[in-house]
């Protein structure tokens, strides 16, 4: 592959998503291009997101030696989720989830009016190349994608935040396949709504009792979409490890 090769002053713009791949694609954008460009690091934060996500954060800022920008949709400064459901009155519709929409979405577009942006770098690793080649199709063409042109893949990636010491965020150590927030209404297996049960039942009671107020059958089983309340206990479905619904700047599901 043939690598990007931005002019000089150019303003990069890493998004960081609290996953060891967007802390790589730092730490490596900043490697290559940092002595030539303007770096920086962006974070849009959610409040459902775990709180060890913020020590991650701090962690790799000072490995990449670099400080860690927090933007935040200037329209919703409680940055939450829920509040965003709540005045919605739904979790998701079929343009995709208001909270990716209103915290993510706008929050990067509205850092771009106030910003300019060249390029952006996000943690599309090596085993993702499809992914990354449809995101610049469809979303941005100035992408850089490092992480792929270093040949980088996802376990490297954990590999490498290994390497330097630095602990993972708590909840991939909870068993949740990312560091996204915890009761993610993107998904819809059993699988994860039960593990979601098992890890931290105080929110899927949250979401639970949210979700059936505002008539929302987060969970499928067997081709059925239910309440939350209704999810038997011992329902499963894919894997985890099939469970992978990034929320970056822009928050897509997989391709199935």
Known sequence: MKKSNPAPDSNIVVWFSNGAASAVAWKEAVRRYGNQCNVIAVNNPVAEEDADNERFARD????????????????WPEAS???VWAKRKGMSFP?????????KKKARESFERENRVDWHVLGFTSDEKKRSDRFM??????????LIEADISKLECFELIAAAGIA??????????????IGCVKATSPTYWNHVRRADPEVFLRRAVQSRALGVRLVRVKGKRMFLDELPENAIG??????VFECGIFCEEPEQ
């Not at 790799?60 to 329209?75: D, F, R, S, T």
């Not at 894919?238 to 469970?243: A, C, D, V, Y």
């Open 81 to 83: 989720a829920e509040f």
């Open 95 to 103: 343009n995709g989830a208001p909270c990716t929409v209103e915290l």
């Open 168 to 181: 993972l965020p708590a909840v991939y150590l909870r068993g949740y396949p990312n560091a996204n927030c």
């Open 60 to 75: 790799v800022a000072e490995w990449v030696g670099q400080p860690l920008i927090h933007y935040k949709n200037p329209k």
């Open 137 to 146: 199709l469809t979303e941005r063409e100035n992408v850089l994608p490092v």
């Open 238 to 243: 894919r894997p985890m490890k099939n469970l």
